[in-house]
């Protein structure tokens, strides 16, 4: 007989369940920028959860507001039917999205917001009468999710190889990631806007009437932080201009103050077609994913359709009364709070400390943007990764959440840290990288 809350019922995402199970490691509560382990510690949260609780753990307004929305309407559809949430979460998402990109679709998770772009990309190209623009051009170490149009157009093996042919025509940009010349760089690396033109290659190999869209992460994260190099995404958006096709950027980590401004591309100056959500758009605390896409795109789907359904998708939880109300209270409280510019204040310091652990130990390379750090270590020799894992789980006992990527950590703390956090994290980082073999 199972014991009621034995630990072999739940599958776990992304896990090694076998060496969980055996040394299970489980937050209980979680407030501001602490978790509180299952054991009582208080564990200082270096990651935003997994990169998404920008605004801290439990804020009371979000809490509050979630709690009276469970109350007063738990579910209303919106196919054919709606309720005021969803219209007021969409207005004030697209009030901070960069200029003409005022249309947005709601889904739930990352990878369906990522799923959505991909399908409205090809539906717009159909729309407009060029139908054979069917293929999806992503990048080598690129995060999508985990949606077969997600890990299709993504750029990560390990997320693929189980999985079949997944989807037909996709093709891969070169990644960015250059250690030899980038080493060390404080924001964006000075070398790489001319790996930008790989698209040119694919763009001659298939021909541009057969691209539908370009999907890109500004700063890829799940791959190891990965800074876009200086004029990279301006060459990437010259070249889809050129050629006619859609430019989308994945911004389910970059939004929401993350990089200093409401979206990557704001910061970095660069306009997109399309740009997917999630995460922060609730603070986590309800799940919400959400497509922001430029009218133009949009109208010409509605306008071109037959009377009746324009565009058939969406999902039971688009726009839920819960994760809007999540939403909604979440981009007040970023306003409020001013957040976002929090970010900017603050990156200066936070790029100082990333940057203090040159010279440590196994470093072989400190990067950063906004409130994001990654530190690369040079793997274990015959043991890549390992070194890393060891890291992590020291550091959960000493008490700092942080997250591990291959040989990488990854940082990216809720946005309301101060000084002294960023003190504490890379005190203890500093010590535990260079105390593991
Ligand atoms: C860039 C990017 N896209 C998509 C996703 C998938 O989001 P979710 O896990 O909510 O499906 C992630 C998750 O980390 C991400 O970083």
């Not at 009276?68 to 559809?77: H, Q, Y």
């Not at 700063?219 to 990437?236: D, E, H, I, K, Q």
């Not at 994760?323 to 957040?339: F, K, P, S």
Request: glycine letters at 10%.
């Amino acid at each position: 007989m199972r014991e009621p809350n034995d630990l072999s019922a739940f599958w776990m995402p992304f896990t090694d369940n076998r060496g969980f199970k055996a040394h299970p490691r489980m937050f209980v509560a979680a407030k501001d920028m602490h978790y509180t382990s299952a054991s009582g510690h208080q564990v200082l949260d270096a990651t935003g959860g997994l990169w998404c609780v920008n605004a801290g753990h439990s804020r009371d307004s979000i809490v509050k507001a979630v709690q009276a929305s469970a109350a007063t309407l738990d579910f209303a559809p919106t196919f054919q039917l709606a309720h005021p949430l969803a219209f007021e979460a969409a207005s004030k998402l697209s009030m901070i999205m960069p200029e003409g990109l005022d249309r947005i679709f709601f889904a739930n998770s990352g990878s369906e917001a990522v799923d959505s772009a991909l399908k409205i990309a090809l539906a717009y190209q159909r729309a407009r009468g060029q139908g054979s623009r069917t293929r999806l051009i992503g990048r080598e170490r690129g995060y999508h999710g985990v949606g077969f149009g997600g890990i299709s157009v993504g750029g990560i093996v390990g997320n693929r190889r189980q999985f079949g042919t997944l989807l037909a025509g996709v093709d891969h940009l070169r990644h960015t990631h250059d250690l030899t010349r980038n080493a060390f760089s404080r924001g964006m690396p000075a070398h790489g806007a001319e790996l930008a033109d790989d698209l040119e290659r694919i763009v001659a190999l298939h021909g541009a009437d057969t691209i539908a869209a370009v999907i890109v992460e500004p700063v890829a994260g799940s791959t190891g932080v990965l800074v876009p190099p200086v004029g990279y995404l301006r060459r990437l958006r010259e070249i889809c201009d050129r050629h006619d096709i859609l430019l989308i950027f994945d911004e389910v980590i970059t939004a929401f103050g993350r990089v200093g401004k409401a979206t990557a591309a704001e910061r970095f100056g660069v306009t997109p077609d399309i740009i997917t959500m999630a995460k922060g758009l609730t603070n986590a605390a309800v799940p919400m994913g959400a497509v922001a896409v430029r009218r133009e795109v949009h109208d010409t789907v509605i306008d071109n359709a037959a009377p009746g359904i324009e565009l058939f998708h969406g999902y039971t939880y688009s726009a839920h009364p819960l994760a809007a109300t999540a939403a909604i209270a979440t981009l007040d409280l970023y306003r409020e709070e001013g957040l976002f510019e929090r970010a900017i204040e603050l990156e200066d310091y936070w790029a100082d400390a990333v940057h203090s652990l040159r010279g440590t130990k196994h470093v072989i390379d400190c990067r950063n943007v906004g409130l994001i750090g990654g530190i690369e270590l040079e793997p274990r020799p015959g043991a890549p990764t390992k070194r890393a894992m060891e890291i992590f789980h020291r550091a959960f006992d000493e008490g700092l959440l942080i997250r591990v990527t291959g040989d990488i950590i990854a940082l990216s703390p809720p946005l309301i840290l101060t000084k002294a956090h960023i003190d504490e994290i890379f005190g203890i980082l500093a010590k535990l990288i260079a105390s593991v073999d």
